[in-house]
């Protein structure tokens, strides 16, 4: 059993590291996010410092594992949209987010087990 275990968390693992790798990919790909940082009238001069103090620079490779390694301390970084750190902007929004998951699960769980019951009893009909 504990072997069981022990297969499973290291799958686990292997499971995070590669939706992680995608999510990089993925957002790597869309596009630059110097440009979705400044404006169109921004010197180049600026760009280029800017895509070095986030590590733009760096092979992908190196970025992808900076990027996973950063997940795993639970540092999303800086946002891109809102220039203020990730964590801050999640923290903000979650009591919005706590709240519609308790609600959801109430509602789930008034309308679930009544039909539960209905269904077990009803068993052949």
Excluded: C, W
Aim: overall charge positive; aromatic content about 10%.
């Amino acid at each position: 059993m504990i072997a069981f275990i022990i297969r499973r968390l290291f799958a686990s693992i292997g499971v995070l590291v590669a939706v992680g790798l995608i999510a990089f990919l993925l957002f790597r790909y869309v596009g630059d996010p110097v440009n979705q940082m400044v404006g169109i009238e921004t010197p180049e001069s600026e760009r280029v410092a800017l895509r070095q103090q986030l590590g733009l620079n760096d092979p992908t490779i190196i970025q992808a594992f900076r990027f996973l390694g950063n997940a795993a301390r639970l540092d999303f970084g800086i946002s891109y949209q809102f220039k203020q750190p990730v964590s801050e902007l999640i923290g903000a929004r979650m009591p919005a987010t706590l709240e519609l998951a308790f609600v959801a699960s109430i509602m789930s769980l008034v309308a679930g087990i009544p039909m539960g019951v209905y269904t077990a009893l009803r068993r052949k009909s």
